[in-house]
């Protein structure tokens, strides 16, 4: 290999280089950031405070975000996307119909649980923004109903399978079920009640078998379903 050829291998790595080192240091910034919004919401972000945290410089983070409001809508992106990966994506391997919906539920759970002492970012970005209109509170909705839709699919995907009855309102499904994560978010953070986990799972157990079918049951039972009778899709 030539000298020449050496050099030019060496200036064309350098960008990548650059590329991934900002990256690095963008990931950083909003794991930081992602801390201090769970302990202090997504209000007490700022460039000077998550500078501080970093110790980088307000123009090193100011770099990355060009401002407070791109830093908090960037924010709720990423714990966005962290939700899918620890809740909607493994959930999505289970079967259609009810063991789907049941991983949706039980992973949603888990995740609320696990942030008992720092709070759900959904629920606290819209204690905040909920009479605030901007585009911060336009991306944290956007969030919200992208995941309540997928919620709908995984009822309506319930109903065709012939786990749940053909009649019920799947949006009336998913706002019960989403006030039952608020209900476990106020009574665990809150009122700190070491039995609110039993008793949001007993909640989902008792709804949803009251909108199952006999083959439903069994599949909340932990049965196979037996030859259910799936509903021709209309759409």
């Known amino acids: 290999m030539t000298d ?10 350098a960008p990548h280089r650059t590329l991934q080192k900002g990256q690095q240091t963008r990931a950083a910034i909003l794991d930081a950031a992602l801390v201090l919004a769970a302990n202090m919401g997504l209000e007490g972000l700022s460039i000077g405070a998550i500078a501080e945290v970093t110790q980088m410089s307000k123009s090193g983070v100011f770099a990355h975000f060009g401002s407070r409001e791109e830093l908090q809508i960037s924010v709720v992106r990423e714990y966005h996307s962290r939700f899918e990966e620890e809740v909607f994506f493994p959930a999505m391997r289970e079967a259609r119909g009810l063991p789907r919906l049941k991983a949706l539920f039980h992973r949603w759970v888990h995740r609320v649980s696990m942030e008992i002492d720092s709070g759900c970012l959904y629920i606290s970005g819209a204690v905040e923004f909920d009479d605030r209109p901007g585009p911060v509170r336009d991306a944290l909705a956007t969030m919200v109903l992208a995941w309540q839709s997928a919620l709908e699919k995984a009822v309506i995907l319930a109903v065709e399978e012939g786990h749940l009855q053909p009649h019920i309102d799947p949006l009336q499904l998913v706002f019960e079920l ?19 986990l039993d008793r949001v799972r007993t909640a989902f157990e008792r709804l949803v078998g009251d909108y199952a ?20 899709k209309t759409r």
Do not use: C, E, Y
């Open 213 to 232: 079918t006999p083959s439903g049951i069994q599949v909340l039972r932990g049965a196979k379903s037996a030859a259910p009778q799936r509903r021709t």
């Open 178 to 196: 989403h006030g039952f994560i608020l209900a476990l978010h106020h009574d665990a953070r809150f009122l700190r009640n070491p039995g609110a």
């Open 4 to 13: 020449n050829n050496a050099s030019s291998i060496r200036d064309s790595a």
